[in-house]
């Protein structure tokens, strides 16, 4: 677990762009809860997510991926997720079945990847299907946003969608994690 606080890992461009979407996460939640500036919240989490496309393609092309970046990266991600899901709740009812989705997959997930981390001494970055289901969310949670007059019948089946699409990817996730944990046990 050292390998993962080494300096050198730490101190990172793509590091820094996950700080930084960290510290958007109150501007969003202030801009859309309080101010109710919707246009705002979707600019900052324009922003937010382009932070997000531009640390990852620094650290593949300056080489640059850390264990610490693949752990701080879809923390940053997660955290703006919940934030957005905690903000649409006061407008649509159907969140609280996305959260509790949310909350029991994201559980298993780190639940399983401290338990790799600690066993074989490895952090797994993210899967085709973890950055679909994150665009998915976010698509989701701006089109709610930028149409707050949305039918509940269209905003309920956009809903529905992307809880359908959070139980894949995290299944498949499972699947991915638990085999890594099978087969490793195995040697």
């Not at 970046?69 to 899901?85: E, F, N, R, S, V």
């Amino acid at each position: 677990m050292r390998r993962f606080f080494k300096k050198n890992q730490i101190l990172t461009i793509p590091n820094l762009l996950s700080v930084i979407r960290l510290a958007l996460i109150p501007v969003i939640v202030w801009l859309y809860s309080v101010e109710k500036n919707y246009y705002g919240a979707i600019g900052v989490i324009a922003l937010s997510a382009a932070t997000d496309i531009v640390d990852g393609w620094i650290a593949r092309h300056f080489n640059m991926i850390s264990d610490f970046g693949k752990a701080l990266d879809p923390l940053a991600d997660k955290l703006t997720q919940a934030a957005l899901l905690l903000c649409l709740l006061s407008k649509y009812d159907l969140v609280w079945g996305l959260i509790v989705i949310f909350g029991l997959c994201e559980i298993t997930k780190f639940t399983l990847g401290i338990i790799i981390a600690k066993k074989h001494d490895e952090v797994n970055g993210a899967k085709w299907y973890g950055k679909a289901n994150t665009v998915i969310i976010y698509a989701t949670m701006m089109a709610l946003i930028l149409f707050p007059q949305m039918s509940e019948v269209l905003a309920n089946a956009l809903l529905l969608f992307c809880g359908a699409v959070m139980i894949a990817a995290h299944v498949l996730y499972f699947i991915s994690l638990g085999k890594i944990l099978y087969v490793r046990s195995k040697k």
